[in-house]
């Protein structure tokens, strides 16, 4: 950004919005090894809010490959950047009363930071979940065949295999069958089991 773009203010701030709408926005973000759940429990999500009157919107990791972040591949430079669009596009969708949910495997610590940083900075409401499915059953499931073209070294970068993921430190939730319970949830002092219970502990989350 340069020094000559300003920020151009409009009329209606977060509390005017949210009282003409009847809801506030927030960004749900779910991280995680590939084939961990996160899509599968972010289209469950959706679905509910969806459903209950509440505005919500998936920016899937493999989707916005399609499209905003076309350009980019999976070095670590190009991950950053991933993470960074795709944070800056939900919170702006946040900002317009959305419950924006990102299942994407954002696997660098700072990155995940960077956009809660940026959240704050807006008065965006921002939950980190981590979907802890361990590495040994994501490969079992290897959904998209991604894990064994990694082993058989078609492709590289890959997360979890040559490619590092830092696990949160103080997400808001976990769900899936990581080891440790987090005693920070405001929906539960264990961790969410089936899709039902993760469902709802995230929807707990928003208030």
């Not at 950053?80 to 959305?98: D, F, K, P, T």
């Not at 899936?176 to 993760?198: I, K, V």
Request: proline share 4%.
């Amino acid at each position: 950004m340069t020094d000559d773009v300003t920020w151009h203010a409009g009329q209606i701030d977060a509390d005017a919005r949210a009282e003409a709408l009847g809801h506030r926005g927030a960004v749900v973000w779910l991280t995680g090894l590939s084939g961990s759940g996160k899509s599968t429990l972010a289209v469950e999500v959706e679905r509910r809010l969806v459903v209950s009157g509440r505005p919500s919107f998936i920016l899937d990791g493999d989707n916005v490959r399609h499209g905003l972040c076309a350009d980019l591949g999976f070095s670590e430079v190009d991950r950053r950047e991933n993470i960074r669009r795709v944070g800056e596009v939900a919170l702006l969708m946040a900002e317009a009363a959305q419950v924006v949910l990102v299942p994407l495997i954002s696997p660098y610590r700072s990155g995940r930071d960077a956009v809660r940083a940026r959240a704050d900075q807006a008065g965006v409401p921002f939950r980190e979940v981590w979907v802890g499915t361990p590495l040994a059953e994501c490969e079992a499931r290897d959904p998209k065949g991604l894990y064994a073209k990694a082993r058989a070294g078609e492709i590289s970068n890959f997360t979890g295999i040559d490619d590092p993921y830092e696990e949160p430190l103080q997400p808001e939730l976990v769900v899936g069958g990581a080891a440790a319970s987090l005693a920070t949830s405001a929906a539960s002092s264990e961790m969410a089991s089936t899709l039902d219970e993760q469902a709802d502990a995230i929807i707990a989350l928003l208030g």
